[in-house]
């Protein structure tokens, strides 16, 4: 392919911002990293064009470049299947004229002339560059028909040939590319070696906003990429990793606590925020600040951080927006460690807002002092008794300790979600509202969690990230210690302003970038909000499976179905059972059905005893990973004995056992309160079950792709 490169006077790395290379420039671009570009040569003449086309060897294919045209196939400029001398130079005339005709005022830099490219599988390849995440590859079906088929796959670059692998598995065309009725596949290696490159590409230009490679025609021993189109941007400058999140461990677990704006009035969040940490039994030393006031809920009050005797590791900042810099000031001067902005008012209200955030932070930089907030709804630990909060959710009666960690960017969606979880059952390590992330952010509490001794699972409530090295790095630290970060994100926004002119772009939004983002750290994200709670608390206590292979017991030949449907559609196996299906026959009716899904019938309502039987023998098979049971109507006392005999089962194997009850609770109250007392999860639905179920699948094959 060497004879045939073009010579390009401009330099195509000092392109400008936001401008696309014609497709000659870029193919250059791409042979250097040795792409498989078709044979090309950029012809300022007819006679250019022939010779060009006689080297190449017809049939040709002649494209008009102008950086003035973008869709050249809409404007006309675009000739294939030139078969001689005769039609390459009627196919010239035409393309400078239809060229002139779509815009006359653009500048034809001349005609490339190009091999035809076999016929074989279209395939896109493209990137897009992400202003949070940077490069992500997408590979999917390619042609004309991209933006309405959208079968593609994404990935944070650089990728890996078993990301390639795991992004051509997902496409729903995977058959035809892998092969089928006797006809070839693609050269899969080919597409590793173009993928690998695309690697080093934008590595070495990272200023690339958006490439397509559309269609690169795959066949069984050749890939040629036909259609070449470059956007370049901006180098950006990465975030800084160098952060000291020491000082957050104060912030979580204070000695001490200064309230300023502590109120007498218990109306007022100052009054509120005191009183929550007052009854719900904080034992540190707590300082309430207020000029006004002697004394509130029995401690002394003092005028101001200055006043007070004692060290202040953690000040909570419950005052209007416009003091909040004086008292940063005093938090600086008293040597405090951490502090807490409950008020709003900042950047979230405009640019005035913004300068008092400014003031805010300078003070804190000086001090070496670790903000949440501000707009805060503060931070609860369940398991310490420490409530430095003030969401109307502490009004609960029931607050339970647990294991969840849990990080929300909206103070309110998180606060419901921490009382909805106390009434499920669900106990709490740690609740953080970080609201503005002025300071402290998402990532930095993901890694001070990852090192919490109280917390198991991280779940976040995320509606953005400023700062994904960040956010990599901290979920590389929960990795690692295995524990699993469970991402709910909100915002399934638009595309891009310039996605119009890319295909790429049309077809990779904000919200594919960041599944691809989740997928490349090994965060596992939470597709409906109803699962959050299910999840988290799930993996609290349920071991991991050890692979997608599931046995199923319920008690009804329709929830039999069920189950295998949803476990179907969610790629879990439900494996036919060997000699476990003989014992299962000896405990259950004949009319009933001992392969999986097992059918007990109604018979279990009879003889509850027997469950525990056919339950221990389907967990015990070498075959299966994990048990789901589903239960229809069953009432005290005999659901009373099936609660304890699947205690018992869980106890005593390593297995996940996963719960679920479709009839009512309030006909079986002392079987559910068993459930409750031992802290098993029972779910009400059918695509509960299995939908927790396949989190805890999943997170086991992010554990074992990652080791």
């Not at 060897?57 to 404007?75: N, Q, R, W």
């Not at 034809?108 to 035809?116: A, N, P, R, S």
């Not at 059972?577 to 014992?583: G, N, R, V």
């Amino acid at each position: 392919m060497a004879e045939n490169n073009i010579v390009v006077e401009s330099n195509v790395v000092e392109a400008k911002a936001h401008t696309f290379l014609m497709e000659f420039e870029g193919a250059e671009l791409l042979r250097k990293f040795e792409l498989p570009v078709a044979k090309s040569k950029l012809a300022k003449t007819k006679d250019e064009a022939k010779e060009f086309a006689e080297a190449i060897g017809y049939p040709v294919v002649l494209k008009g470049m102008s950086k003035d045209i973008v869709h050249k196939t809409e404007a006309g400029i675009v000739k294939l299947a030139i078969q001689n001398k005769e039609e390459l130079f009627r196919a010239y005339e035409e393309i400078v004229e239809n060229a002139l005709t779509y815009n006359p005022n653009a500048k034809l830099e001349g005609v490339l002339v190009q091999e035809l490219a076999p016929k074989g599988i279209e395939l896109i390849l493209g990137i897009k560059k992400d202003p949070t995440f940077g490069h992500q590859l997408i590979i999917g079906l390619g042609g004309t028909l991209v933006e309405i088929m959208k079968d593609f796959s994404m990935r944070m670059m650089p990728v890996t040939i078993q990301d390639i692998d795991e992004m051509m598995k997902e496409l729903k065309s995977f058959p035809i590319l892998d092969g089928y009725r006797g006809r070839s596949g693609i050269n899969k290696q080919l597409l590793y070696t173009s993928c690998l490159s695309l690697n080093d590409l934008v590595e070495s230009h990272p200023e690339i906003e958006e490439l397509d490679l559309n269609p690169v025609i795959f066949t069984e021993n050749e890939a040629v990429i036909c259609d070449v189109r470059i956007l370049m941007g901006e180098q950006v400058k990465g975030n800084s990793l160098d952060r000291d999140l020491s000082h957050v461990y104060q912030m979580i677990n204070p000695r001490s606590i200064a309230v300023v704006g502590a109120s007498t009035n218990e109306k007022k969040n100052g009054g509120r925020l005191l009183r929550y940490i007052v009854e719900n039994g904080y034992t540190g030393e707590l300082y309430p600040i207020n000029p006004g006031a002697e004394q509130i809920k029995g401690y002394k009050a003092y005028p101001s951080l200055l006043d007070v005797p004692g060290e202040v590791e953690l000040a909570c900042i419950i005052v209007g927006a416009s003091h909040v810099p004086k008292v940063m000031e005093e938090c600086v001067a008293k040597g405090v460690k951490a502090a807490i902005i409950y008020s709003s008012g900042f950047a979230e209200v405009g640019e005035e807002g913004k300068k008092l955030q400014e003031q805010v932070l300078d003070f804190a930089k000086k001090g070496n002092i670790r903000v949440l907030g501000p707009n805060s709804i503060g931070i609860a630990s369940p398991s310490k008794n420490i409530y430095t909060a003030f969401g109307a959710a502490l009004e609960s009666k029931i607050k339970l300790p647990g294991n969840i960690g849990f990080v929300s960017q909206s103070g309110a969606m998180g606060s419901a979600l921490l009382s909805r979880a106390w009434e499920q059952g669900a106990g709490f390590s740690r609740w953080i509202s970080v609201a503005n992330e002025a300071d402290l952010s998402t990532s930095d509490f993901v890694e001070v969690l990852a090192d919490d001794e109280l917390t198991k699972v991280i779940t976040i409530f995320m509606e953005g990230l400023k700062n994904p090295k960040a956010f990599e790095q901290a979920t590389k630290k929960a990795l690692k210690v295995k524990k699993p970060v469970l991402v709910f994100k909100t915002g399934r926004s638009s595309i891009g302003k310039r996605a119009v002119q890319s295909h790429t772009g049309s077809i990779a939004g904000d919200d594919a970038v960041y599944s691809a983002a989740f997928k490349k750290f090994g965060a596992l994200r939470i597709q409906r909000l109803d699962e959050i709670i299910d999840v988290s608390h799930a993996f609290t206590v349920q071991p991991l499976p050890k692979g997608k292979r599931i046995g199923v017991i319920t008690a009804s030949g329709g929830a039999c179905s069920i189950i295998a449907d949803l476990c179907s559609e969610r790629g879990l196996e439900v494996p036919e059972l060997t000699s476990t299906s003989e014992k299962i026959k000896e405990y259950i009716p004949p009319f009933g059905s001992a392969q999986n899904p097992v059918d007990v019938t109604a018979e279990v309502i009879a003889k509850p005893e027997m469950f525990k039987k056919v339950v221990e023998t389907l967990i015990q098979d070498s075959d299966i990973d994990g048990v789901i049971v589903m239960l229809t109507t069953n009432a005290d006392p005999g659901a009373t004995i099936i609660a304890q005999s699947l205690i018992d089962v869980f106890k005593n194997h390593d297995k996940p056992l996963v719960i679920g009850r479709l009839g009512a609770e309030m006909i079986a109250p002392e079987a559910m309160a068993l459930y409750s007392k031992e802290n098993l999860p029972v779910y009400p639905t059918p695509e509960r079950v299995v939908s927790v179920m396949d989190y805890l699948v999943k997170y086991s094959e992010i554990l074992k792709k990652k080791q």
